[in-house]
């Protein structure tokens, strides 16, 4: 399904560098969630977000509802930021999940 | 409190053959669901439940059969292997349904279908 496309699909960035993230939905939502999959296969859940935006730690998740936009930022990156990242969305009882963005920080 | 656990974490399966993935939530969480994730794709749901006794499909129910006969549990069946089954299935669960819960997730089982 195409409802949650993300980009870019694959990162690679420098420690320290500034990391942004983009999802891009087509359908009424609820909600917007980022989880973080690490290497070995985990999902956790990183933001869960509505309106606005949201920090925690170097994470920064903001969303733009009239545009169907939602960015997630990692400031400072470090190589324990490699992980693939996940957008998805509330749509009536169930979530629609994008493909995943891999990102990988180099020392 | 264990969170969301999922056995056995890998299975090999010959085409044909039955087996269930076993899932368990010790947070009385309502709202429990199956994901299976193949390379190149999102998630998909396959079932979902909003409470014991209550289940759904999602968007891949075929092959796949749950059941909710306790909160705490969300077993997964596959009645009939196919190699179209393999991938790395993924149970969920959280407090009270969609609307808004952060959205806690077990291991993973990956299985292999031969």
């Known amino acids: 399904n195409n409802e949650v496309e993300q980009s870019p699909q694959n990162l690679t960035a420098q420690v320290g560098e500034f990391i942004t993230i983009n999802c891009s939905y087509s359908?009424?939502?609820?909600?917007l969630h980022w989880l973080q999959q690490h290497p070995g296969g985990g999902i956790v859940s990183l933001f869960m977000l509505s309106s606005g935006k949201k920090k925690h730690g170097r994470l920064i998740a903001t969303i733009n509802i009239q545009e169907k936009h939602s960015s997630l930022h990692i400031t400072a990156s470090h190589p324990r930021d490699s992980a693939v990242y996940i957008c998805a969305v509330e749509g009536g009882n169930q979530f629609y999940f994008g493909t995943g963005t891999s990102l990988t920080v180099i020392p | 409190n264990a969170g969301v656990t999922q056995t056995p974490k890998f299975q090999v399966l010959k085409t044909g053959q039955s087996m269930t993935l076993q899932c368990a939530q010790d947070?009385?969480?309502?709202?429990m669901s199956w994901y299976r994730q193949d390379p190149g794709m999102g998630l998909r749901l396959i079932h979902y439940?909003?409470?014991?006794?209550?289940?759904d499909q999602g968007e891949v129910p075929n092959g796949y059969n749950v059941s909710r006969s306790t909160t705490e549990d969300f077993p997964l069946r596959l009645l009939s292997a196919a190699p179209s089954q393999t991938s790395v299935y993924f149970c969920a669960s959280s407090r009270t349904g969609l609307a808004q819960e952060t959205q806690y997730f077990g291991p993973g089982t990956r299985l292999l279908v031969l």
């Open positions: 947070m009385n969480h309502e709202y």
């Open positions: 359908v009424g939502i609820s909600a």
């Open positions: 439940s909003v409470g014991a006794g209550i289940t």
